[in-house]
């Protein structure tokens, strides 16, 4: 009996991380879709990026209901047939609508199609929202919560981040080079690949038996909000913060480089970029190799003071300092920024793990809370930008560090539980 606990037990923990991967999978196809859809329309080149964060805001506080009333298996399986249908929508609009103008934004006629594409973005925000509002508290139940807890999510992590640059460089080598002619339709066979997937998670997660906390006992009395604990609440702040940051990073990079005006600028942008988004998978990768002997409030408190320490350097350090990379002298400190990426690695699975330890029954409506704020991807990358506009990009990492000072703050102090009196069973 305790061996086919055990058993069904790891399939739960691979299915929750395979699902992990999956929402990096579907969140990352934003940027290279973003680029073809930039082409014909500049404006909207982000678009289908905020509109799936936007959808975190509409949908984070109906998923952590939606846990509570069905359970995780069910919600699961809710959010992996709203993401075909979301998949679904965005190839419909390599094949409909083109031609169809329904009205003009900045002096340029929108097609049918970019607003078939957006909506399929939205709904893909809705499935990846509810998958998020279910790994998250599942891998850490599974894992018995504490150091253990964190160690799942910090596996899942790792997965995640291998796909999201899988998601790209797939992207990439269907589209090749963008042009006049590049449309939704080359990136197709990423789109079946999605769809296929879902409908095989859906399949197997259909027959896996998943642990159920609190689905089909006596409906628990809730005489409080999650965020009745201060460290919950703290943490739901700097969960906003942190998905900033982890956007922002990477971003104001891209274009600190790129704005270097050097022959092939661009290129090297986006590969310092996208060596921010491996380092994230190495630091998740190691941070799950060592989350059972290390704390996390150890772990946490780590990471930022050194995030914060890099940016520093980065900001005063002087731009004649440069390192040759790739035939060109790049300033030294473009390569000290996306060394954050190791330490942004573990910051979703510790900030998380913190803030739900010790909620018991209020852990569901606290989830769907962090998800929620997820929409601080959205926000503060757009504050970021707007300093970087006046004031420059490097200097735009003054905010970051701010939003990094939060998270060092809650690590030390923030994440204390201060509300036991209040029961949880």
């Not at 930039?38 to 939606?66: C, D, Q, R, T």
């Not at 990477?250 to 290129?267: H, I, R």
């Not at 310092?272 to 380092?279: E, F, G, R």
């Not at 970021?384 to 200097?395: C, D, T």
Request: glycine share 12%.
């Amino acid at each position: 009996m305790t061996e086919t606990k055990n058993n069904g037990k790891l399939i739960a923990i691979i299915t929750m991380c395979f699902i992990f991967a999956m929402i990096s999978f579907v969140t990352n196809m934003g940027a290279p879709f973003g680029n073809i859809w930039g082409f014909e329309y500049p404006f909207a080149k982000a678009w289908g990026n905020l509109m799936n964060f936007a959808a975190y805001l509409f949908m984070g506080i109906p998923a952590g209901k939606m846990l509570i009333k069905y359970g995780y298996k069910k919600t699961a399986l809710i959010a992996l047939i709203v993401g075909i249908v979301g998949l679904a929508l965005q190839y419909l609009s390599s094949i409909t609508g083109e031609g169809t103008y329904v009205f003009t934004y900045d002096s340029i006629p929108v097609a049918m199609n970019l607003l078939i594409y957006l909506l399929g973005a939205f709904i893909c925000g809705f499935c990846v929202c509810m998958l998020n509002t279910v790994v998250n508290p599942m891998l850490n139940l599974l894992g018995g919560g504490g150091n253990k807890g964190n160690q799942l999510i910090q596996i899942g992590g790792t997965l995640n981040s291998l796909t999201g640059t899988l998601t790209p460089l797939l992207a990439g080598i269907l589209v090749g080079t963008v042009t006049a002619d590049t449309s939704m339709g080359d990136v197709a066979p990423l789109l079946f690949i999605g769809m296929a997937v879902f409908a095989i998670s859906f399949l197997i997660i259909s027959r896996v038996t998943i642990p159920e906390p609190t689905l089909g006992k006596t409906t628990p009395q809730y005489e409080h909000s999650p965020l009745a604990f201060r460290h919950c609440l703290l943490g739901v702040i700097a969960i906003f913060f942190y998905v900033g940051i982890e956007i922002g990073i990477p971003m104001e990079l891209n274009f600190y480089v790129t704005d270097l005006g050097f022959e092939g600028a661009a290129a090297v942008g986006g590969t310092l970029a996208a060596a921010y988004w491996l380092l994230m998978m190495i630091g998740r990768a190691c941070s799950s190799a060592i989350s059972g002997k290390v704390s996390t409030k150890l772990q946490l408190s780590t990471v930022s003071a050194v995030a914060i320490v890099l940016l520093i350097i980065a900001i005063f350090m002087p731009e004649s300092v440069t390192i040759a990379f790739s035939g060109h002298d790049v300033p030294a400190k473009a390569f000290l920024i996306p060394a954050c990426g190791l330490c942004t690695s573990i910051m979703w699975g510790g900030i998380f793990n913190l803030s739900v330890e010790g909620l018991g029954k209020y852990t569901e409506a606290a989830s769907g809370i962090f998800m929620t704020m997820v929409v601080g991807g959205g926000i503060m990358p757009l504050i970021q930008e707007s300093i970087a506009k006046s004031a420059g990009p490097i200097l735009s990492y003054w905010l970051v560090i701010g939003m990094l000072a939060y998270i060092l703050f809650y690590a030390l102090i923030g994440c204390k539980n201060v509300n036991t009196d209040i029961k949880v069973d």
